[in-house]
């Protein structure tokens, strides 16, 4: 192991004001030992190098300061500095340029080969599903039929050497980096996928709840059937159970179709014909709020009408091929389909349904203009749009993304219409129990009579859980237990980030917590002249 000693070096590090940056020191380099040396950083900061004794050491970004702000005592550049680092930077870039300096791609393929001159693809492959991607992300396409093409080239169909590695991966580098260099939401995957495994399993032994039967076609289901698909805003992406499995999303279409309504026509049309308040009744009630408007779009009576205001004057044809372009962009381009079953079904025993229909109509809550009985077709068909866990989870990371669909980055929804959606999830989107759910979970998230629950961790991921049984609110056993595991382990409750409250994992922190105690907490015992270079480096850059 490498090993400091209290050399001039640390004696600078040390002395100097606690904020001041450490690309002032190297500046001023000629106050340092001679036996540290430096070498010129590419213009962009992707690497450059501080050898310690003939070895390099890696710096952060360029320009990046690994502590806050410059306080009284920090030393500024003189012009002359700045000149020396702008020819420096341009040396540096003719290097590059000269094959001197290792590229980004270059970088990968080492920190992949480990001292080999060639690698098997599927190392790579296997190395990039270790950060959470997919060979079939979209934003891989061009590296993945790269590969394709460059493997049928070689003689054995299986190894790349560095030159046709980088051929493979330069144009998708810049997410092939930061997947490699752990700066995904979820650093360190592959330890958070196994909690999800864990949590999964423990849901999968329990028993209880049943089958919703008031639509024949639901009845249909295994009640045996469970399964928990992710995906985070960065796209990676875990999956455990029968995840593939097609169901409806019933009631889990309200808040996407409220977000369209919102997207399309603003906050202020849309709650002049629908509220915002907790009903504190069951979702398929005839009732009103004091206005004679629906309480929340996340009720029946609610979704019935945000569905009339969806291109309102279309035909109902036009105005379902409109959603479900929505939801394949918010989904990307993953599966959704329809069950034309399940839309019969529903409509032959929608009797409740079609009374708040006739009610919202007699009470003039529809626009002008409204046929309420083909709004009432839609408000079916819509909740018989088929979704997998998988697809349903992309659904739920382009809400936690603020509209931006992760796996292809193409804006889907407005912010204003996403910060709505998730506020409205949060108060009434889990039916009676959606009090409960926010004090215990306190995230925003929809349950369906299908068994689905779509829960929103914002900025950080989408999840779908789904399994059939449910119980007497209509929530998923499995599926709120658990969502509630899943905030006791990590800290994503909304309010579990508030000053001196009891500690979770962090699963967006590589290490967690313990790597911060690991840092700033040294044994005393472990002085200066002894400190691994390795605890130092992250002392001073993470």
Known sequence: ?????????????IQTSPKRSF??????????????????????????KLKIHGRPFIQPLAGRRFLCTKTDGAIEPTEQVKKDETVQEATADKRRKAGILPSLEDLLFYSIAEGQERIPAHKFITALKATGLRTGDPRLKECMDMLKVTLKSTTDGVMLDRHLFKKCVQSNIVLLTQAFRKKFVIPDFQT??????????????????????????????????????LCTVDGQRHTVGDTKVPFCLQSCVKPLKYAIAVHDHGTEYVHQ???????????????????DK???????????????LI??????????????????????????????????????????????????KEKKCFPDGTDMTAVLDLYFQLCSIEVTCESASVMAATLANGGFCPITGERVLS???????????????????????????????????????????????????????????????????????????????????????????????????????????????????????????HVMYE
């Not at 192991?1 to 590090?13: P, T, W």
């Not at 106050?31 to 070498?39: G, I, M, P, R």
């Not at 900025?459 to 237990?481: A, F, H």
Request: glycine share 8%.
């Open 311 to 360: 291109k309102h004057g279309a035909g109902n044809a036009e105005k379902f091929d409109y959603v479900m372009n929505f939801l394949k962009k918010m989904a990307g381009n993953e599966y959704v389909g329809f069950s034309n079953a399940t839309f019969q079904s529903e409509r032959e025993s929608g009797d409740r349904n079609f009374a708040i229909g006739y009610y919202l």
């Open 1 to 13: 192991m490498l090993q400091f000693r209290a050399s001039i070096v640390l004696k600078e590090l």
């Open 23 to 48: 690309s002032d020191i190297i500046r001023h380099k000629k106050t340092l030992s001679n036996a540290y040396c430096f070498s010129a950083a590419y213009r962009d900061g992707r690497i450059s």
């Open 415 to 537: 912010p204003e219409s996403v910060r709505n959606t998730l506020s409205l999830m949060h108060s009434c989107g889990m039916y009676d129990f959606s009090g409960q759910f926010a004090f215990h979970v306190g995230l925003p998230a929809k349950s369906g009579v299908a068994g689905g629950i779509l829960l929103v961790v914002p900025n950080v991921m989408g999840i779908m859980c789904w399994s059939p049984p449910l119980d007497k609110l209509g929530n998923s056993v499995r599926g709120i237990q658990f969502c509630t595991d899943l905030v006791s382990l990590f800290n994503f409750h909304n309010y579990d980030n508030l000053r001196h409250f009891a500690k979770k994992l962090d699963p967006r922190r590589e290490g967690g917590d313990q790597r911060v105690s690991a840092l700033f907490h040294l044994p005393a015992s472990l002085a200066l002249d002894t400190c691994p270079i390795e605890v130092l480096h």
């Open 273 to 291: 014909f629908i509220g915002k308040e907790p009903s504190g009744l069951r979702f398929n009630k005839l009732f009103l709020d004091e206005d």
């Open 192 to 229: 958070f996928a196994s909690h999800i495994d864990t949590l999964y399993e423990k849901g999968r032994k329990l028993s209880g709840g049943l089958v919703a039967d008031y639509i024949p076609q639901l009845a249909k289901f295994s009640p045996d059937l469970w399964a928990v698909s």
């Open 294 to 308: 629906p309480h929340n779009p996340m009720v029946n009576a609610g979704a019935i009408v945000c569905t009339s």
